[in-house]
């Protein structure tokens, strides 16, 4: 079975200030593992995904995020926040067969001026 | 712009109603996934279908219902609906049947008075 957990349902930061949002996986098959973001009264869109290749992956909005399989974590980076990256903001996992999805419960990213 | 596209974009309805979302892939993508969210439950995998037939079922009410036609375009069946089955309804779409990106619709934000 697979779920992930994002620790912080609520994070804010100061414009040009690190952005870093947390994503703990649980899975018993390798597994894959996305980040999406969902502006106000938008669907989701995917920011970045890591299918075993490079453990660092780079993603769209200059975010990147880096798999690390001994702390099972998967967290979202970006060195400067600026205003229009005010979103939530989710991490799934999905196993191998890539039948389901598992969000986090989101975390609201706020930025401010 | 995903290439995923929902109708309609807003429902109001009463309690005890029946009402049908509709979602069109994007082209060339086989699999069809639906999604409630929620203030309450967050975003909840509902249920796939890989082109026409039924793949993956996640916490899917007796009461909804889906299908995915010839033409791929997916219908979720929502019925006899109460207060708490007010919330945004996403479609996304992905490849194939094995793990790839799933690209979101804007979704349908339902509101049952």
């Known amino acids: 079975a697979q779920s992930v957990t994002q620790l912080g349902s609520h994070v804010s930061v100061s414009e040009g200030a690190l952005v870093l949002l947390r994503c703990n996986y649980s899975?018993?098959?390798?597994?894959?593992l996305f980040w999406y973001v969902q502006y106000p009264n938008q669907g989701l869109q995917l920011l970045l995904k890591?299918?075993?290749?490079?453990?660092l992956v780079k993603g769209i909005n200059g975010f990147e995020a880096e798999f690390k399989k001994s702390e099972t974590s998967f967290h979202l980076t970006k060195p400067s926040a600026h205003m229009r990256d005010a979103a939530e903001y989710f991490c799934?996992?999905?196993?191998?067969?890539?039948?389901?999805?598992?969000f986090g419960t989101g975390t609201s990213l706020t930025v401010i001026p | 712009d995903s290439g995923v596209t929902q109708t309609p974009k807003h429902l109001i309805t009463a309690t005890g109603q029946r009402v049908t979302l509709r979602c069109s892939p994007r082209?060339?993508?086989?699999?069809v996934y639906w999604y409630q969210q929620s203030l309450d439950q967050g975003l909840q995998f509902l249920i796939q279908?890989?082109?026409?037939?039924?793949?993956a079922k996640g916490n899917i009410l007796e009461r909804f219902s889906a299908q995915q036609f010839p033409d791929l375009h997916s219908e979720l069946n929502l019925s006899s609906l109460e207060l708490g089955d007010s919330a945004l309804y996403f479609c996304?779409?992905?490849?194939?049947?094995?793990?790839?990106?799933?690209?979101f619709g804007p979704g349908t934000r339902l509101l049952v008075l």
């Open positions: 996304a779409s992905s490849e194939d049947r094995a793990l790839t990106t799933q690209y």
């Open positions: 899975s018993s098959v390798p597994p894959y």
């Open positions: 890591y299918t075993s290749a490079a453990t």
């Open positions: 799934a996992v999905s196993g191998n067969t890539g039948n389901q999805f598992y």
């Open positions: 082209s060339g993508d086989l699999s």
């Open positions: 279908y890989y082109n026409g037939e039924e793949r």
